[in-house]
């Protein structure tokens, strides 16, 4: 019993070892931007409710962006981007809704450059969006402008910020982040002089971008009186690998099986959760957990491979037959072989009318042929072949007592 409890500890050490480096705390701390777009004390609550999950704000966080909360612990959820680059230890939970480029340019701005209008210009990127950032660096790459021939900034200047990129959801009750004396703006303008490009060849340039249209008047704001041309990405619920797989799988399993709890909330976010997306298409490998809960109906290993495994099986099994069938007939074989010896000692032993030295003689060849034979595995030294040997000696000494 002592050994047994032994034995078990010793394969249990290996589990307890990964266990306790995952994150098991009480609370997933979730990291903030600065326009939030959903209330998340309501989104806790629910989550509470239904899965004993707490959600807090990560107030370490606050200041930190999305990615480096995760990666140094001071967050375990956070919201990016799926054109985020990919970062060691970051894992997908869910997709949660579509983020919306929105622009906003000032009304006093004015290019000194018709080939390259944005030349001079101020960006601020609201949140400090990846995706803002990467598409502030592809419009200006477009137009052939170096680091230097403008300015990006995570914070708005009041009369230095000539842009206002924003990526978030189509929501008329959050517009935080405009500024008076701005207007939105569409691609689709002068000032971009590569604007077909946004309508259908963005998808080349950045897989993850796609064209999207704000229709006229979803805002009352200037500049919405006509449709924009824009484009969105996703925006992926993340984690880091080390929070448990239990924490996620919950997580998981509420936000889809509370999705209309959650979309009375905030539609313009909550609306587009489901789990048929394809996890080929996220910049970051699923968490495992959220895996196990979608992967939850899928068949096993052994219901998926039933057929092959059974064939497998099946032609084990005659391969088994035919090599014992083998085996049995060599044995047979060199039975019948050991046989012939017995016969050949014995025909020696009774030829009376032979010297005995000529048959001491040839009893000696028989043996040295026998041996020949093992060596070469024509016969087995079994049984049989021990028969033989004793068969050998009894007559020797049968020959021998005679000629005495």
């Known amino acids: 019993m002592k050994m047994h409890s032994l034995i078990r500890l010793f394969f249990l050490l ?3 070892s990964l266990v306790a480096c995952e994150y098991t705390g009480s609370a997933l701390r979730m990291q903030l931007i600065e326009y939030r777009q959903v209330a998340v004390e309501a989104v806790a609550g629910i989550l509470e409710e ?8 990560a107030v370490e966080a606050s200041h930190q962006a999305p990615l480096t909360a995760l990666t140094e612990g001071t967050a375990e ?10 970062v060691p230890g970051i894992r997908a939970v869910l997709p949660i809704f579509e983020s919306v480029l929105h622009i906003a340019a000032s009304n006093v701005y004015e290019a000194n450059n018709s080939r390259r209008p944005l030349e001079g210009a101020s960006f601020y990127v609201a949140n400090g969006s990846a995706a803002g950032i990467a598409f502030v660096d592809l419009v200006t790459r477009r137009q052939e402008l170096k680091p230097g021939d403008y300015i990006l900034t995570t914070e708005f200047v ?5 842009f206002i990129v924003y990526f978030g959801p189509i929501d008329p009750s959050n517009t935080q982040w405009m500024r008076p004396d701005f207007a939105l703006f569409s691609l689709d303008n002068d000032l971009n002089p590569q604007r077909e490009f946004y309508k259908e060849g963005i998808g080349y340039s950045s897989p993850k971008l796609k064209s999207k249209e704000i229709p006229a008047f979803t805002y009352d704001l200037p500049g919405n009186d006509q449709p924009l041309l824009s484009v969105a990405v996703d925006t992926l619920l993340v984690t880091h690998k080390r929070v448990s797989e239990a924490a996620i799988y919950e997580l998981t399993r509420t936000f ?3 999705k209309p709890r959650f979309t009375t909330i905030a539609p313009h976010i909550f609306s ?3 789990e048929s997306f394809d996890p080929l298409d996220l910049n970051f490998p699923l968490h495992r957990g959220a895996r196990a809960y979608l992967e939850r109906d899928d068949p096993s290993f052994i219901e998926r491979y039933a057929e092959t495994i059974n064939m497998m099986v099946y032609v084990s099994f005659l391969m088994i037959s035919a090599f014992l069938g083998f085996a049995r007939w060599r044995d047979r074989k060199k039975k019948d072989r050991v046989d012939v010896f017995y016969t050949r000692v014995m025909e020696v032993r009774d030829q009376d009318d032979r010297p005995a030295k000529d048959r001491l003689t040839t009893l000696d060849e028989l043996e040295r042929e026998a041996f020949d034979w093992l060596i070469k595995e024509k016969l087995s030294a079994n049984e049989s072949f021990r ?3 004793d068969l050998l000696a009894t007559a020797r000494e049968e020959i021998n007592s005679g000629k005495e």
């Not at 009041?158 to 000539?162: A, I, K, Q, S, V």
């Open 256 to 258: 889809l099986e509370q």
């Open 272 to 274: 587009g959760i489901n």
């Open 158 to 162: 009041p009369g230095e910020t000539d």
């Open 50 to 57: 239904q899965s004993n999950l707490r959600v807090e704000e």
């Open 77 to 86: 959820l956070a919201l990016v981007e799926n054109s985020t680059s990919f």
């Open 387 to 389: 028969i033989f040997t």
């Open 14 to 16: 290996p589990l307890l």
